[in-house]
Structure formats: C-alpha cells, structure tokens
C-alpha cells in the first residue's frame, strides 16, 4: 500500500475520533468520505492497515462490518497529524497509572484486580482543561481503553 | 460539548499489566511511538526532497543536459591538471 493513501486512512480515521470528542468512526463513514473525497476503495485500501496501526475488524462476505468501529492504537494516532497532544497526555498518563499501580493493593479475595481510577481524577493529574477543552480527557480515555489499558471490568 | 459529571465520576480499572512500564521515566514502549514518528517525517521529508530534485531533473532539456555534462566533465579535467602539477611540482622540488 501507498504511503501517502495509509496515511490518508489513519488522518481521516483522527480527524473524525477529534471531531466527534474521542468517539471512534464507523466503516461505513469512514468508507464513503474517502470514495467521496479521495476516490480510495476502502475495502481493499483497509485491509491493507497493519495492525500496529488500526485494530482488527470484523469481515462480513469479505467486507468489513459497515458498523464496525475502526479503532487507531496508539502508534497509529501518533503517525497522524496535530496529534501531539493525545499522545502527550498518553505518556502523561502512562506515567501516572504506572505509579498509582504499584501504589494499590487490591482488597482481600481481589488479587490481580486493576487500581480503579475515574476521569476527573485523571483529568486533575495530568490538568487537563475539562471546561476549555473537555474533549481532551475524553480522547484520552478512548486511547487508553484502545490500548486496554483502562477498562470498565476489574481484570482479576 | 461538556463532558457529563456521570461520565467523569465513572469507575475505570488500570489494567494491571501497566507495570511492566517499570522505568516510569522514560515508558520506554511509548516513547517509541515518537522516535518512530519521528524517523518517518525525516524520511518523508528525505523522499519528498529526492523526488522534487528528480522532477527538476527530468523538465530539463537535452541542452541544459549537455552543458551540465560538459561543466562536471571540466570539473573532473580540472582537479585531475592541478593534481598532476603539484605532483610534478613534488618531484622537481625533491
């Protein structure tokens, strides 16, 4: 594949998770702005993004499911443009959660669970701008469970 | 759009595996992301440069070629006379 149509799939992909505040495009919408606007065929072009890059997705007849999610991991944000700030506040994160893990003991009968954190106290950490910018903690919280590094279960 | 209290009140659990990051300085996996990025705008950049020098090349004419051909052949005559005189100049002064 093309550098240059990888690295149209991966913006159009960013572009659309920092449009809608960390919410994940679908196939389908992600399909028709690039045969719209760029006359790239999805189908074949996506199925060519290395999974370093773009989660796997779920084929239906060889074609992706049109309401499949297409999730950028961390390295796949990081190869977009503007970007520099997502990945930032990831590190900043990374960081943070690293310590808070080493810092937790998990409660009698819970060995292995994960330390439970919530987005304001993240977003206070890292000082996030939650009033000016409130979409900055939300595309963080959709990398990190990207990377399933956060999730709503305990992991134990 | 603001985020929802709810949302943010939300119970999230750190996967445990996070502390394999065990250098918190330096999470070395992450920072990877960036040398990489990095690398590939530098050979972006790189290619973008050869590919410009190249289309430069090809919207020359025979002409311009020519004489581009004959200054780099000059050039060559030119350093091989005065390497010859100085060595000549070596051998008479020894």
Redesign the interface.
């Known amino acids: 594949m093309r ?1 240059k149509t990888l690295q149209t799939i991966l913006q159009a992909i960013y572009q659309w998770f920092r449009a809608h ?1 960390g919410e994940w495009p679908d196939f389908d919408t992600i399909e028709r702005w690039l045969d719209r606007n760029r006359q790239i065929d999805a189908v074949q072009a996506i199925k060519q993004v290395p999974h370093e890059l773009l989660k796997p997705l779920r084929y239906i007849d060889g074609r992706p499911e049109p309401g499949g999610k297409l999730i950028l991991t ?2 796949g944000v ?2 977009c443009v503007a970007s520099d700030d997502d ?1 930032r506040n ?2 900043r994160a ?2 943070w ?6 810092d ?1 003991d998990p409660p009698p009968g819970r060995a ?9 106290q993240l ?1 206070n950490e890292l000082h996030l701008p ?2 000016s910018e ?2 900055s ?2 595309r963080l ?1 959709a990398l ?1 469970r990207a990377e ?8 134990s | ?3 929802r209290e709810e ?10 595996d ?2 394999r ?1 065990s250098n ?2 330096d ?1 070395a996996d ?2 990877k ?2 040398s ?2 990095r690398e ?1 705008q530098a050979s ?1 950049a790189g290619r973008r440069h050869r590919g410009n020098l190249i289309k430069r090349l090809r919207s020359w004419s025979r002409s311009d070629k020519i004489a581009l051909s004959i200054a780099v052949i000059g050039l060559i005559a030119l350093a091989a006379t005065i390497v010859t005189l100085l060595v000549v100049a070596g051998l008479v002064v020894i």
Not at chain 1, 97 to 102: H, Y
Not at chain 2, 11 to 16: A, E, F, S
């Open positions: 550098s505040d961390a390295e990081a190869r990945i990831l590190e990374l960081q959660m690293a310590q808070e893990s080493r937790y292995g669970s994960g330390a439970p954190i919530t987005p304001r977003a939650l009033i409130p979409s903690i939300q919280i990190l399933d590094l956060v999730s709503s279960y305990e992991y | 759009m603001s985020t949302d943010l009140q939300q119970i999230l659990y750190i996967n445990p996070i502390k990051f918190v300085n999470i992450y920072t992301i960036k990489r990025r590939s972006e």
